[in-house]
């Protein structure tokens, strides 16, 4: 749950800093990959989160769920018991998941007790081993060929006629990695997932989280389904807020309040094309790309706002105007900032002027424009959802329903004529409303902790997805394809 500050800063000199390239990354062996993982997930437990962000950004990696990174120190250590303990604790945190195959899941299971079968048979352990084979690994009726192999390796003579037989390593270290390594989960993230984005062709998803990762999913339109594409690391202060060009050749990625950086991704070569800081002291939170896909605006509450070249040029600037969101208007030249006087102001970067577009009595903590560029969608703190007529400048409407209080949660349009509203909520609900009513037509339940971010799919309009503090992304539909 993302909660930002709204305290000013004094005007700044601007001196720009950009840096082109990928981030930089190591190669490590599996082994040390394990160790630094490990060292991550303690200096979490103990509260120094900012350590362990700086490691996992130096080394290449980021951590998993904590319930991941259990599983992991068991089967490395051979408690088989515990370990099947944390698979039913993963069996209960990804079944549910649109992302995760069920199949996988059993295909997990048979992996770790295939490696505690084989460890009973070499230790001499056989009614270990016979109980296994008969009582686990047989009534998970997967693979059927594999369980009679296995069966056959009881009649083996010796600890090294096994070991060729299975070609396998044998107890320790190198076969237990083995299994880690070919148990197929997809990776998601591991921490609050604070922002989604569907790219304009509505054929991938970017997730941000505090984990300081953007995933990027497949979409499969048939299927109605999400599949791990890539991970985008290196972000050292988790990822709140993300915008696709309008042409999905780039996604900008930008941080929590005390951010200074803002990230630019070539979604074509999946390499970081731009890290763009101005000041350390910057507060880089929201960004817009104007229509045609070569500028951008980016700002912040610490009073930022900046518009850019696609190459981090600052082309020109706004001092003082403390920015919690941005859209651009179509006509490639002015800007709506929604700030921290409640207000909606209109931004000319022509002529460089700017009048007073909307007061609301409450704070704006997010909001989105229509393809059509006539409505604005407002999320405003202890009121809800609020739309708006920009050209009459005028409150269309106030949608019933939702809990929100001052953490940011985004809203959107969608549907085939953008005539329907969604939004997370702090009651854990995703909430829809039709544009001509204030109550929702429909509320859906499945996350466990604050909804901070819906996206309806641009080109699949019965498709949904929302994002959570639980850790996850949920994928909407027609009752026939619910995931």
């Not at 945190?93 to 007790?113: A, I, N, Q």
């Not at 989280?209 to 985008?232: C, G, H, M, Q």
């Not at 019933?400 to 985004?410: D, E």
Request: net charge negative; charged share 20%; hydrophobic share 40%.
């Amino acid at each position: 749950m993302h909660q930002p500050c709204a305290n000013g800063a004094q005007q700044r000199h601007v001196n720009g800093e950009a840096t082109n390239g990928e981030v930089p990354s190591r190669t490590m062996a599996q082994t040390d990959q394990e160790i630094v993982r490990l060292i991550g997930q303690h200096l979490i437990s103990i509260g120094l989160e900012r350590s362990a962000a700086l490691l996992m950004e130096e080394s290449g990696l980021h951590l998993e769920h904590p319930a991941a990174a259990t599983f992991r120190q068991h089967v490395l250590a051979g408690d088989w018991v515990k370990a099947d303990h944390d698979l039913r604790a993963l069996h209960e945190l990804l079944r549910d998941s649109p992302l995760v195959d069920p199949h996988s899941l059993t295909e997990m299971k048979f992996l770790v007790l295939e490696q505690k079968y084989l460890e009973h048979l070499e230790a001499g352990r056989l009614l270990d081993a016979l109980h296994s084979l008969r009582n686990e690994l047989t009534p998970l009726q997967h693979d059927t060929a594999r369980v009679h192999r296995l069966s056959a390796l009881m009649m083996c003579a010796s600890a090294g006629e096994l070991r060729a037989r299975a070609r396998w390593a044998g107890t320790g270290l190198a076969s237990r990695q083995a299994v880690l390594a070919r148990v197929q989960v997809l990776n998601e993230h591991c921490d609050e997932v604070w922002y989604c984005k569907w790219s304009p062709d509505g054929l991938k998803l970017a997730t941000g989280s505090k984990d300081n990762t953007v995933i990027i999913w497949d979409f499969d339109p048939e299927a109605k389904r999400l599949s791990f594409r890539k991970s985008l690391e290196g972000h050292t202060y988790g990822v709140s807020f993300l915008a696709w060009s309008p042409d999905g050749r780039y996604l900008i990625a930008a941080g929590p309040e005390d951010c200074p950086d803002l990230w630019i991704w070539n979604m074509e070569t999946e390499l970081l094309h731009l890290k763009m800081t101005h000041s350390q002291e910057d507060s880089l939170t929201a960004a817009a790309w104007h229509r045609a896909g070569d500028k951008f605006v980016c700002g912040g509450a610490r009073g930022q706002f900046y518009h850019c070249a696609l190459d981090g040029t600052l082309l020109s600037s706004w001092d003082g105007v403390r920015v919690n969101a941005l859209c651009c208007r179509e006509d490639a030249r002015s800007v709506l900032a929604a700030d921290t006087h409640h207000r909606v102001r209109l931004y000319d970067f022509t002529d460089l002027t700017d009048r007073n577009l909307i007061q609301e009595e409450h704070a704006v903590m997010a909001m989105t424009v229509n393809a059509a560029d006539s409505l604005l969608l407002l999320n405003v703190a202890n009121q809800g959802v609020h739309l708006w007529d920009i050209r009459a400048r005028a409150l269309v409407r106030r949608f019933r329903g939702l809990s929100q209080g001052h953490f940011t949660i985004h809203a959107c349009f969608g549907g085939a004529h953008q005539d329907f509203i969604a939004s997370g909520s702090e009651d854990n609900k995703v909430y829809i409303w039709h544009m001509n009513g204030e109550e929702p037509v429909a509320v859906v339940s499945g996350h466990t902790r604050c909804v901070n971010a819906v996206s309806w799919n641009p080109v699949h309009h019965d498709v949904l997805v929302s994002v959570s503090d639980d850790y996850s992304l949920r994928l909407w539909g027609p009752r026939s394809h619910r995931c």
